[in-house]
Structure formats: C-alpha cells, structure tokens
C-alpha cells in the first residue's frame, strides 16, 4: 500500500485563527476497508468553534483589503498545491472514506478545477453595475461579500464537497469556518494545511472537528456573526438547520438528498446504457446524491437491458480502494451496510425480486455485494427512499406518459439521467422533468462550470460557475443625488 509521503498532511486537531488547536476530549477516525481506527482527533470544544466564528469575522477586513486578483493568486497557489501533492491527498481520502484510489484523484482534480476557476470569475462579478434611474440622479448596484460563511459537508466527498463551498465562498470576498465530516475529517484538515502553504492569512479558512455535529451545527447556524451556512447533506439534517437558521435569517445553501430516476427508453442504445448504468450506480459504492436510484426501463426491452446489467454487474470488484483491481470500496460503515440489508429486505417483502447480490462481503470493512433488484413499483418503500448504496432497483413503465409520471412521483428532484435515441422525445420531456440536473445519453455530470443542485426538497442554492460565487454576494443599491 501507498504511504503519506508529505507528514505534515496528516493533521490531529482543528484549524482555527491559522493555528492547531488541541483539546482533552478525542475521537475516532476509522478505516471503512478494514474497520481499524485510523487516528484519534481532537474534539473541538464549543468556545473552540465560536472562537473560529470570531476570527473569521475579523478576518474579513483584512481578506478584502486584499485586491480581487491578490486573492485569486492565493486561490490559485492553493489548488496548485493541491496537485501537487495529488497524491497524498488521494491516499488520505481513500484511507478515511474507502473509494477506490484513481476515483480519489479523480475527486481531488476536480476540486482542483473548481478553484482555479473561482480564481479566475471573482473579478468578473463583482464589477460594479449602472441601474437605470431619474435624470437627477445616479444609481449603482454593488456586489457586496456576504460575511462569515459557515459550512457542514459530509463524507461521500471529503474533498470536493470542501472546495466547491469555500473557495467560492473565498473567491467571494467572504472568510470561512468549515465542520467537515466526523467520518472523513482527515481530507479537510490537509487541505487546511495546503492553504497556510499557498499563504492564505489566519481566521480567513478554518476547519473545527468533532464528532458531535449538532452541539457544533448549533454554533454554526446561530452564532451572531455568521451570514449564511452552506450545507450538504441528508434532508432530514438540512431541514433542522434551515430551522436553526431561521432565528437569525442567515441566508443558507442546501445540496440534500436526491432520488435519480434513470429512464431507458425502447430506442436507447442499450449497450450505452448499460455502461451509463454501472458509472451512474457504482461510482463511490452507490454512495453520491446524484446516483441513479430508481432505474426506470420501459417494458419492451426490460428483459435485454436487465440480462446486460447482471453480466456487467457480476464482472465488478469489490475490494480495498488501494488495489487498483477493485471498482467498488466499502459502504462507510456498518450503519450503511446494515441499511442496504434493511432495503433490500423489505423490497423483497413488498414483492421485489433479487437477481444478484443482496449480502455484505464475508470480509473485514463494510464492503456490499452490488445488488440488482427488480419487479419495483411505485407503492414500494425503495422507491421513495435515498439508497446510498450499491442497489439497483428496477422498475418498468409502458409509455411515455408513464415514464415521466413515474420520474416525477418523488420528493426530491436533484438529478436524472435519460437514455434514448429519439431527439424529438428528448426535446419534448426535458422541461417535463422536475430535476435540478439531467445526463442525456451520457451519465458524467461534472462540470466545475455548471450549476450543481437541485428543486423540490433535494434544496436550494447551486454551486459550480459563476451561480456558485452569486451564493456568497449580497446586493447593495446605492442612489445618489446629481
Ligand atoms: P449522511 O447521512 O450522509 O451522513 P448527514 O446529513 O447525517 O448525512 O451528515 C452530513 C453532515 O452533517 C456531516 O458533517 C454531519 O456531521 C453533519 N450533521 C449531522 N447531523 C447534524 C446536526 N444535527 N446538526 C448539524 N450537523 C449535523
């Protein structure tokens, strides 16, 4: 197995005000693959975490006494050194969260990406703009840094989830004090460390960890000097912080749970599918939001799309993230096993039938067998829950009329994905379909420069592009007499 060449990424405790800050009381971080602790981290303290809150407030003066282009050269020396130290971070990420190591990389580029571009869009935006107005007056609209942002990120993406949120955020003009994971806090703290090397001043980014998220959260949604918390997460958890955020009408961002449906058409080239199908499900063990969570197939050529789905799905493997033979790491842990058994259970009590998998991995870690499911409808629990696991769950639809009916029969609307060849189908059902996102024909989303999102209770706010950085500007109009 690899090993951290670069110690000093390999952090214990909290960032906070540009220094380590230690307490009495620890936690432990544990290894998915193995179940083994991997470290023992410091618990932030509650004055711990307002004192971040503080220093970020502090901070602002002296993060935009720095020019837009000062501060994108800090941003860009940050994700430079994010490549460069590609892979350690990648070891650390798979060490704490499981996934394979090239999907690890895959991850850190990508946040790499994100900041390099909100480097470089920041000045862009915060132009100062005429508005129209009476012939004796003169009006300006400004775009202002909203203030101390406070982010709660989970641990599917120890990585991204981080920078998507706070070099936005930075690119903004605004400080950041950042609760990563309790499960994954290792990532968070490296990339804390990478941003004292890139030169970025004290208070401007800190990270509190702990492992008791809603005592932390409480802090980070009411104390008086935070403007806005950026969550994601479980809807369940953001719906609480929406409430907690509501005393003090902190503005708020909220990327919660997604239910993807993914339809297959009798048109569709089902071999593409099926390779849309596998990336869609089994990317990070099934554990993303935007993962395909109900494959919708319809009934003509179910039986052909299922046959090809099993064969794929049986050639997959399971294993370490460090063997690079394996495809799918372990779920995060046993709770997320023993839900994917509760899952599948109760699908096939309410009539659904297993074709492959169902069972955890005889082995040490969390790892899941990858399942498929079928006979699906829509008066099943599977069908409305989030899996975040490694189930396919297949139902079938007749029509057309059908297919969007059963896409739309759902409480979140985060991200789908279509598979037909008939554009004049797609041209039609695009705008019928209550999703933040949609793959046509393709299941990679990714794209720094999109907005990423969803409608309905999957949340509010985007992120990636220019929408990203609007999160964390405020307006301010100012009209003045000639
Ligand atoms: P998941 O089910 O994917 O773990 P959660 O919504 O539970 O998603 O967790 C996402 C983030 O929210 C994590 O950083 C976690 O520590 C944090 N969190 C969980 N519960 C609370 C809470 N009651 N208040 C604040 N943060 C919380």
Same mark, same amino acid.
């Given at each position: 197995?690899?090993?951290?060449?670069?110690?000093?990424?390999?952090?214990?405790?909290?960032?906070?005000?540009?220094?380590?800050?230690?307490?009495?009381?620890?936690?432990?971080?544990?290894?998915?693959?193995?179940?083994?602790?991997?470290?023992?981290?410091?618990?932030?303290?509650?004055?711990?975490?307002?004192?971040?809150?503080?220093?970020?407030?502090?901070?602002?003066?002296?993060?935009?006494?720095?020019?837009?282009?000062?501060?994108?050269?800090?941003?860009?020396?940050?994700?430079?050194?994010?490549?460069?130290?590609? &892979?350690?971070?990648?070891? *650390?990420?798979?060490?704490?969260?499981?996934?394979? *190591?090239?999907?690890?990389?895959?991850?850190?580029?990508?946040?790499?990406?994100?900041?390099?571009? @909100? /480097?470089?869009?920041?000045?862009?935006?915060?132009?100062?703009?005429?508005?129209?107005?009476?012939?004796?007056?003169?009006?300006?609209? @400004?775009?202002?840094?909203?203030?101390?942002?406070?982010?709660?990120?989970?641990?599917?993406?120890?990585?991204?989830?981080?920078?998507?949120?706070?070099?936005?955020?930075?690119?903004?003009?605004?400080?950041?004090?950042?609760?990563?994971?309790?499960?994954?806090?290792?990532?968070?703290?490296?990339?804390?460390?990478?941003?004292?090397?890139?030169?970025?001043?004290?208070?401007?980014?800190?990270?509190?960890?702990?492992?008791?998220?809603?005592?932390?959260?409480?802090? *980070?949604?009411?104390?008086?000097?935070?403007?806005?918390?950026?969550?994601?997460? /479980?809807?369940?958890?953001?719906?609480?912080?929406?409430?907690?955020?509501?005393?003090?009408?902190?503005?708020?961002?909220?990327?919660?749970?997604?239910?993807?449906?993914?339809?297959?058409?009798?048109?569709?080239?089902?071999?593409?599918?099926?390779?849309?199908?596998?990336?869609?499900?089994?990317?990070?063990?099934?554990?993303?939001?935007?993962?395909?969570?109900?494959?919708?197939?319809?009934? /003509?050529?179910?039986?052909?799309?299922?046959?090809?789905?099993?064969?794929?799905?049986?050639?997959?493997?399971?294993?370490?993230?460090?063997?690079?033979?394996?495809?799918?790491?372990?779920?995060?842990?046993?709770?997320?096993?023993?839900? =994917?058994?509760?899952?599948?259970?109760?699908?096939?009590?309410?009539?659904?039938?297993?074709?492959?998998?169902?069972?955890?991995?005889?082995?040490?870690?969390?790892?899941?067998?990858?399942?498929?499911?079928?006979?699906?409808?829509? &008066? =099943?629990?599977?069908?409305?829950?989030?899996?975040?696991?490694?189930?396919?769950?297949?139902?079938?639809?007749?029509?057309?009329?059908?297919?969007?009916?059963?896409?739309?029969?759902?409480?979140?609307? *985060?991200?789908? @994905?279509?598979?037909? /060849?008939?554009?004049?189908?797609?041209?039609?059902?695009?705008?019928?379909?209550?999703?933040?996102?949609?793959?046509?024909?393709?299941?990679?989303?990714?794209?720094?420069?999109?907005?990423?999102?969803?409608?309905?209770?999957?949340? =509010?706010?985007?992120?990636?592009?220019?929408?990203?950085?609007?999160? @964390?500007? &405020?307006?301010?109009?100012?009209?003045?007499?000639?």
């Amino acid at each position: 197995m690899q090993k951290l060449t670069k110690q000093s990424l390999l952090k214990h405790c909290s960032y906070i005000d540009g220094r380590w800050m230690d307490s009495e009381q620890t936690f432990e971080v544990f290894n998915p693959a193995s179940g083994e602790v991997i470290s023992q981290l410091c618990e932030s303290s509650a004055s711990q975490v307002a004192q971040a809150i503080n220093a970020a407030d502090n901070a602002l003066a002296v993060w935009q006494a720095l020019s837009e282009t000062d501060r994108a050269r800090l941003l860009e020396r940050w994700q430079g050194l994010m490549r460069e130290s590609l &892979d350690d971070l990648a070891y *650390l990420l798979t060490l704490e969260q499981g996934k394979p *190591l090239n999907e690890a990389k895959g991850e850190i580029l990508h946040a790499a990406n994100y900041v390099k571009l @909100y /480097s470089e869009l920041a000045a862009q935006l915060t132009e100062p703009k005429p508005a129209a107005c009476a012939e004796h007056q003169s009006a300006t609209v @400004y775009r202002r840094p909203i203030g101390v942002v406070t982010a709660i990120t989970p641990w599917n993406f120890p990585c991204s989830m981080v920078l998507r949120k706070a070099a936005a955020a930075l690119a903004a003009g605004c400080t950041v004090v950042l609760k990563p994971s309790e499960l994954t806090p290792l990532s968070a703290l490296a990339l804390a460390q990478l941003s004292i090397e890139a030169g970025i001043p004290a208070g401007v980014f800190s990270v509190v960890v702990g492992s008791n998220a809603q005592a932390i959260g409480e802090i *980070l949604t009411q104390h008086p000097k935070v403007a806005k918390l950026s969550f994601t997460g /479980s809807t369940a958890v953001g719906k609480k912080l929406l409430q907690q955020c509501a005393f003090g009408v902190k503005r708020t961002a909220m990327e919660l749970g997604g239910n993807a449906p993914f339809i297959v058409f009798e048109d569709a080239d089902l071999d593409a599918a099926v390779e849309g199908a596998i990336a869609a499900k089994f990317r990070n063990a099934g554990q993303t939001c935007i993962s395909a969570n109900r494959f919708l197939v319809q009934q /003509s050529i179910a039986e052909e799309f299922i046959a090809k789905l099993v064969e794929k799905t049986k050639a997959l493997k399971v294993g370490n993230g460090f063997d690079e033979v394996h495809q799918i790491g372990p779920l995060i842990n046993q709770r997320a096993s023993d839900k =994917m058994l509760k899952i599948i259970d109760t699908a096939i009590e309410q009539g659904a039938q297993l074709l492959d998998g169902g069972k955890p991995v005889e082995s040490p870690g969390h790892f899941f067998q990858p399942t498929i499911l079928t006979n699906i409808t829509a &008066d =099943m629990a599977i069908f409305h829950q989030e899996i975040f696991g490694p189930i396919v769950s297949i139902a079938t639809f007749d029509n057309e009329a059908q297919a969007i009916q059963l896409a739309n029969q759902s409480d979140q609307g *985060l991200c789908g @994905y279509l598979y037909t /060849s008939n554009q004049q189908r797609i041209s039609r059902i695009v705008r019928l379909l209550q999703l933040g996102m949609l793959g046509i024909n393709q299941a990679r989303l990714s794209n720094p420069a999109a907005p990423f999102g969803g409608i309905k209770q999957s949340g =509010m706010g985007r992120e990636g592009g220019h929408y990203g950085i609007e999160e @964390y500007l &405020d307006y301010q109009y100012v009209c003045q007499m000639k």
